[in-house]
């Protein structure tokens, strides 16, 4: 693997979309979803206009009667768009857990969240080989037939991101979709002139800064431009003067250029990648997955914000906060190994793992783990979202309830089990709150994900997803990670600022005193010291033997040479 940046991406004039409403602010709750353009959202946003405060907030109690949607789903919403709009001095992004409900919503913001949940992700190019692979992803669901097409061990036999949507893919997708449907959005944001009726539209500047949710100017994760700032007819207003309203229609024409530019940007940037020389790169070449050490094993950093983890495959891995250059992180197609991320975070992606052990540090928006099998998750989050894993454990310090959604089976959940000296300083870095801790409390929404553009079978209607079930006190154990790991800055955590359970304290108290007598018997063996040496090797060998069938030692081996 290895570490580029993309000089090209750095021209800060192409329109770009933000890729956390498509990737972390999509529910698949049918009610949201409205196939009819403008017909019936426009309707909605009218109600919820005559519903919203001064400052045209809706509450979450309006949102539930206006949608026809349930209490906690309302909730859900109003959570998940928290942690997607781009201002974090928002007051529902500001809000503290107990207080999402109460802070509310702008309109503007609600209507185009659920516009956008008509958007279907970008199909993944099929695999060359697909017989080779139909017997490795067993079929235990009426669902699996499609659901399960993007299995981990797929992802193996494939050896590399290639058949997966690359993030120039995904970014053409997304600015398609826009493209295609501005003409509504721009209707749902726009207002008749008096007098004129509604087949003249105007957009005043603020409802025109409400786009900046959907796209943006300049470098990921730094921010953007402002709209206003960009757009010829409101660059040069007097900021003492409220600017006057522009049509809507030279607004789309201005927006459909700058789409049709960026997405000829991304065909240029694309094609030069192709034919360049091999390995010339940027953040979306294909890594093909090998038997990496710790040593030869490197992000690919974007200049968009974005560091991929690709490929490590036997290993153990580990980055501090000083060794990662950007906000968000996807750790991608990573298999038997460990892989530790002590750094504070804003979004990260757990895709397409496998018999990994993964120890995410503190992320301040959104964690989302897809396609994973057998795969132990440890992560301080704001929230997380689950889709269609199997048989993983999740170790969970979190603010707000776990979303479970797709085709999932044999999950976990268990408390926060873990801790580094630097884990209270990230934590407080991104927002988090270690004393609320709602990682017991999963809500599994339908199987059927329609922002998936998988085919679904005729006649076959959606069903709850399989929830998590809580982990055995009996099973739960502290997770440590070695002191040398932590890096050279110093911290002040010395233990876990999550409380556990007290069924979880009592197992693990009880856990700790019968390894203090097991430790006293052998103390207190009465034999000659040829017999304790025997003992003690005897110890030893079952300890190695341990080390190696649990694949543990590879994982010393890796740190050490680290």
Same mark, same amino acid.
């Given at each position: 693997?290895?570490?580029?940046?993309?000089?090209?991406?750095?021209?800060?004039?192409?329109?770009?979309?933000?890729?956390?409403?498509?990737?972390?602010?999509?529910?698949?709750?049918?009610?949201?979803?409205?196939?009819?353009?403008?017909?019936?959202?426009?309707?909605?946003?009218?109600?919820?206009?005559?519903?919203?405060?001064?400052?045209?907030?809706?509450?979450?109690?309006?949102?539930?009667?206006?949608? =026809?949607?349930?209490?906690?789903?309302?909730?859900?919403?109003? /959570?998940?768009?928290?942690?997607?709009?781009?201002?974090?001095?928002?007051?529902?992004?500001?809000?503290?857990?107990?207080?999402? /409900?109460?802070?509310?919503?702008?309109?503007?913001?609600?209507?185009?969240?659920?516009?956008? =949940?008509?958007?279907?992700?970008?199909?993944?190019?099929?695999?060359?080989?697909?017989?080779?692979?139909?017997?490795?992803?067993?079929?235990?669901?009426?669902?699996?037939?499609?659901?399960?097409?993007?299995?981990?061990?797929?992802?193996?036999?494939?050896?590399?991101?290639?058949?997966?949507?690359?993030?120039?893919?995904e970014e053409a997708h997304q600015l398609s979709y826009l493209q295609k449907h501005l003409a509504n959005i721009l209707s749902l944001l726009a207002e008749p002139v008096e007098g004129e009726g509604e087949e003249s539209l105007v957009l005043p500047m603020e409802r025109f800064e409400h786009l900046s949710f959907l796209i943006q100017f300049g470098e990921r994760g730094s921010g953007g431009i402002p709209l206003s700032q960009v757009a010829p007819f409101f660059a040069n207003s007097d900021p003492d003067m409220p600017a006057a309203p522009v049509s809507a229609a030279q607004v789309h024409e201005w927006l459909v250029q700058s789409i049709v530019d960026a997405l000829e940007h991304i065909t240029e940037r694309t094609s030069a990648k192709e034919n360049g020389p091999s390995g010339a790169g940027s953040s979306d070449q294909d890594v093909a997955m090998t038997d990496a050490n710790v040593a030869s094993a490197k992000p690919s950093t974007s200049a968009k914000g974005l560091v991929f983890i690709e490929g490590v495959s036997k290993s153990s891995f580990v980055k501090q906060a000083a060794d990662i250059k950007g906000s968000s992180m996807k750790v991608v197609n990573c298999h038997d190994s460990v892989i530790y991320i002590l750094a504070p975070l804003r979004y990260a992606t757990i895709y397409g793992c496998s018999d990994a052990t993964i120890i995410l540090g503190a992320v301040g928006k959104a964690v989302r783990v897809e396609h994973c099998e057998r795969v132990h998750l440890i992560t301080a989050a704001k929230r997380i979202c689950i889709a269609?894993?199997?048989?993983?454990?999740?170790?969970?310090?979190?603010?707000?309830?776990?979303?479970?959604?797709?085709?999932?089976?044999?999950? =976990?959940?268990?408390?926060?089990?873990?801790?580094?000296?630097?884990?209270?300083?990230?934590?407080?870095?991104?927002?988090?709150?270690?004393?609320?801790?709602?990682?017991?409390?999963?809500?599994?929404?339908?199987?059927? /994900?329609? &922002?998936?553009?998988?085919?679904?079978?005729?006649?076959?209607?959606?069903?709850?997803?399989?929830?998590?079930? &809580?982990?055995?006190?009996?099973?739960?154990?502290?997770?440590?990670?070695?002191?040398?790991?932590?890096?050279?800055?110093?911290?002040?955590?010395? /233990?876990?600022?999550?409380?556990l359970p007290e069924v979880y304290m009592v197992s693990q108290l009880r856990n700790h005193n019968n390894l203090g007598e097991i430790k006293q018997v052998l103390g207190e063996i009465s034999v000659e010291d040829s017999k304790k040496r025997e003992l003690s090797s005897a110890l030893h060998v079952y300890f190695k033997d341990w080390l190696y069938a649990s694949g543990n030692i590879r994982q010393l081996y890796c740190i050490q040479g680290d």
């Open positions: 693997m290895t570490e580029n940046t993309d000089s090209t991406m750095k021209d800060p004039t192409y329109l770009r979309t933000r890729r956390e409403p498509f990737e972390y602010g999509l529910l698949p709750i049918p009610k949201l979803i409205f196939s009819d353009g403008t017909t019936t959202l426009g309707s909605l946003k009218d109600k919820l206009i005559q519903r919203s405060t001064s400052s045209l907030r809706v509450d979450s109690s309006a949102v539930s009667e206006i949608l =026809q949607i349930s209490p906690d789903h309302a909730t859900l919403v109003l /959570d998940t768009l928290a942690s997607v709009l781009p201002s974090d001095s928002d007051p529902l992004v500001s809000a503290k857990p107990g207080e999402i /409900d109460s802070a509310g919503v702008n309109v503007f913001d609600l209507t185009l969240f659920l516009y956008i =949940q008509s958007y279907k992700r970008l199909l993944p190019r099929t695999h060359k080989d697909s017989a080779a692979v139909a017997d490795v992803w067993p079929s235990t669901s009426a669902f699996d037939g499609y659901l399960s097409a993007l299995s981990p061990l797929q992802l193996v036999r494939s050896n590399s991101r290639r058949f997966m949507p690359s993030q120039a893919d269609n894993c199997r048989e993983c454990v999740f170790f969970l310090g979190v603010n707000h309830r776990p979303l479970i959604v797709g085709d999932n089976h044999k999950l =976990q959940v268990a408390p926060y089990n873990t801790f580094y000296p630097q884990l209270e300083e990230h934590l407080s870095e991104a927002g988090i709150d270690a004393s609320v801790n709602l990682w017991d409390k999963p809500l599994a929404l339908g199987v059927v /994900d329609p &922002h998936d553009s998988f085919s679904h079978p005729a006649g076959v209607s959606d069903v709850q997803a399989e929830t998590a079930t &809580h982990l055995d006190p009996d099973q739960f154990t502290n997770f440590l990670i070695p002191n040398w790991l932590a890096g050279e800055s110093p911290g002040n955590t010395k /233990d876990n600022p999550f409380t």
